[in-house]
């Protein structure tokens, strides 16, 4: 699967068609998606469930733990796992939010089927920026708070009014709790990086219009759900602990926030060293602490991209000719006996893969080639080798 390119939402759905329900209720769904870090909005793996056959990005990975989460909680709370009305419901959720709009030009590479509606909305959700330039610029790509999108469609599927709003004053909380539990402790530069990265996650609300007071903790205390609650807890602690230290001003704030949000000191702590131990495991592949300067955030970005796309395509044209040794090997075998139906329609596709195989090298080969090839998948897949196309189901 490629959540890079078009279809990877069916391969998504094909790969776990025939898996069991993995959960049973919504605490367990939350514990996973803590063990990805998609609640503290730092991708750092995906499902076990989902293979990859190459390694993947951290936007790619928040796609794949988007939907996973969108998906699971959609049948935890209505109970139904039928593929199709779950995306239906899911875009009509994010026309509610008003944040499904899409460009004339992806709409033109966009075809009206349901599921490549979701892929776009997914993109649009994943990364903060809008185009490949400011990307590449920008180390920090990933929307952190993506979590609210999934607190934000459990409600939806109970109460679908005033949703935004729903959304709206989540956020709201989140960045004022974040905001305060940084004011609770010695700055340092990765602070102004956290603090960055959350204020460009922002979607429902402005933070240079926000009055960061206190008084959002009137809304803590009128707060009951669970969920939410437990989310406000888990910012709270990912700001605090993120240099790795919790002196006693941190620990006044945690504990005074964790005890508005109605939970018991052992509660907190348990928050406060699932944390710790998220941070000890994996402190050196979280990109917010990654402290490098302009020109080395371009030649990371850029390595990173150029390095995606040799290994990702030299394995697929790899692909191509092993396939072709074995084409070799089924013709030199046709002229001593005849083949199996199986052998011959292998024969046939394999044929029909390398006459395909040379109007896709001469795109690829071409200045710019790199940055066409997708777009040529988008406009006519078929066209392309099967090895080119990671989300082809058969």
């Known amino acids: 699967m490629n959540p890079s390119s078009l279809g990877w939402i069916g391969k998504y759905f094909h790969l776990i068609k025939d898996d069991a329900m993995p959960f049973s209720t919504f605490r367990d769904l939350y514990g996973e998606l803590k063990k990805t870090g998609f609640v503290y909005g730092i991708n750092i793996r995906i499902p076990r469930k989902i293979e990859s056959e190459h390694k993947l990005t951290e936007d790619e990975s928040a796609k794949i733990n988007l939907l996973n989460a969108l998906y699971y909680t959609y049948v935890l709370e209505t109970e139904k796992a039928t593929v199709q009305e779950f995306i239906t419901v899911v875009n009509q959720f994010y026309t509610s939010l008003e944040i499904n709009h899409v ?34 610029f920008n180390s920090i790509i990933t929307n952190s708070f993506l979590y609210i999108d999934v607190l934000t469609f459990k409600q939806y599927l109970h109460q679908k009014n005033n949703i935004r709003e729903y959304a709206q004053n989540i956020e709201y909380i989140a960045i004022n709790i974040i905001y305060h539990a940084l004011n609770s402790k010695e700055k340092n530069k990765s602070d102004k990086k956290l603090a960055q990265l959350f204020e460009s996650s922002l979607t429902f609300i402005d933070v240079e219009s926000q009055n960061f007071d206190g008084s959002y903790r009137e809304r803590i205390l009128a707060n009951s759900e669970e969920w939410e609650n437990r989310y406000y807890l888990e910012m709270a602690c990912l700001t605090v602990w993120e240099d790795k230290s919790l002196d006693y001003k941190e620990s006044d704030f945690i504990f005074g926030i964790g005890k508005d949000l109605g939970f018991s000191t052992k509660q907190i702590s348990r928050s406060i060293e699932e944390i710790s131990s998220f941070f000890d495991k994996n402190s050196e592949i979280i990109p917010f602490l990654k402290d490098n300067n302009l020109a080395i955030q371009f030649y990371d970005s850029m390595s990173k991209i150029v390095n995606k796309l040799i290994i990702r395509n030299s394995k697929r044209l790899q692909k191509e000719l092993s396939e072709s040794k074995e084409l070799v090997a089924l013709l030199s075998k046709s002229t001593v006996k005849d083949l199996s ?54």
């Not at 590479?109 to 909305?121: D, M, P, Q």
């Not at 959700?125 to 330039?133: Q, S, T, W």
């Not at 044929?351 to 066409?372: E, H, Q, T």
């Open 341 to 394: 139906s199986e052998e011959k329609k292998k024969v046939q596709n394999q044929l029909i893969d390398i006459c395909k195989s040379v109007p896709s090298l001469a795109i690829f080969i071409l200045p710019g080639g790199a940055v066409l090839l997708p777009i040529f998948i988008r406009l006519i897949p078929k066209l392309l080798p099967s090895s080119f196309d990671e989300n082809r189901v058969e």
């Open 103 to 136: 460009s004339f030009l992806e709409k033109l590479l966009t075809t009206k089927k349901g599921s490549n509606k979701l892929e776009k909305i997914i993109e649009s959700r994943v990364y903060l920026e809008d185009n490949v330039l400011s990307k590449t």
